[in-house]
Structures are given as C-alpha cells and as structure tokens.
C-alpha cells in the first residue's frame, strides 16, 4: 500500500517562501508518477503541479513561473519549491500518487488513487 507523508507547511507573509516534501512509501521506482494539489477554503481540490519518474512535469496557469517541482527517485521524495507567495496560495496542499508513468493529463486529479493527509500553507498580506 502506498504511503504519502508531507511536510514543510507554515505561515508566511505575501512574497515569502516554502518548501514542500513529500515522502512515498511502497511506490514502484521508474513507473510512477507524484503530484501536488490544493484545496482552499470553500473551493474545489485543484492541481498545482505534478512530476514522472522520467522527468515530465506539469504545472497549473496560476503557478506562472513561480513553483518548481522536483523529485529524488532513488528517496522517493518529491518537493515543490513556492516562491513570491499571496494570500490566493493559502490552501492545504497534498500529495499524491500513482504507480504508473502517466504522460498526459498529469493533474487530472483521477488519475491518482494515492494521497497523503495535506498540509496547511497560510501566507498573509
């Protein structure tokens, strides 16, 4: 059974930084594929960006730029670097997972059957 933990959530002020990871347990090596989503209160689960074991990433319109994905397959941990944050990115943020190499659709947030518990980012103005 796969296993998503995540961490790296807080509090920041509009412009500020955070850096979120993701550690997977029991997900297949080289055919995988990971992604982050946020819900923000009164809102739907929407993707922000999403990353496959050979490399292909996927980011939301509204990331424009300022998010970057990035994994450590043989860890198999996965992080998503947030810089010139705004009170629009307050939302928890989760990971989540599928043990297949998906190529397109990357976050159709059915594609994935996995998902960790979230974590809060709150960024203030």
């Known amino acids: 059974q796969v296993q998503l933990v995540e961490s790296g959530g807080g509090s920041v002020q509009t412009g500020g930084s955070l850096r979120l990871s993701c550690t997977a347990s029991?997900?297949?090596?080289?055919?995988?594929?990971m992604a982050w989503f946020r819900q923000a209160p009164g809102k739907k689960r929407e993707g922000v960006a999403a990353?496959?074991?050979?490399?292909?990433?996927k980011y939301a319109d509204f990331v424009n730029g300022r998010f970057t994905i990035s994994q450590n397959i043989a860890e198999r941990t996965m992080s998503l670097q947030m810089n010139g944050l705004s009170p629009e990115d307050t939302a928890i943020y989760y990971c989540?997972?599928?043990?297949?190499?998906?190529?397109?659709?990357?976050?159709?947030?059915?594609?994935?059957?996995?998902w960790g518990q979230g974590t809060q980012v709150t960024v203030s103005s």
């Open positions: 990353i496959n074991d050979v490399g292909r990433t």
């Open positions: 029991n997900l297949f090596r080289g055919q995988s594929s």
């Open positions: 989540a997972a599928r043990d297949e190499l998906l190529s397109t659709n990357l976050l159709r947030e059915s594609h994935y059957p996995n």
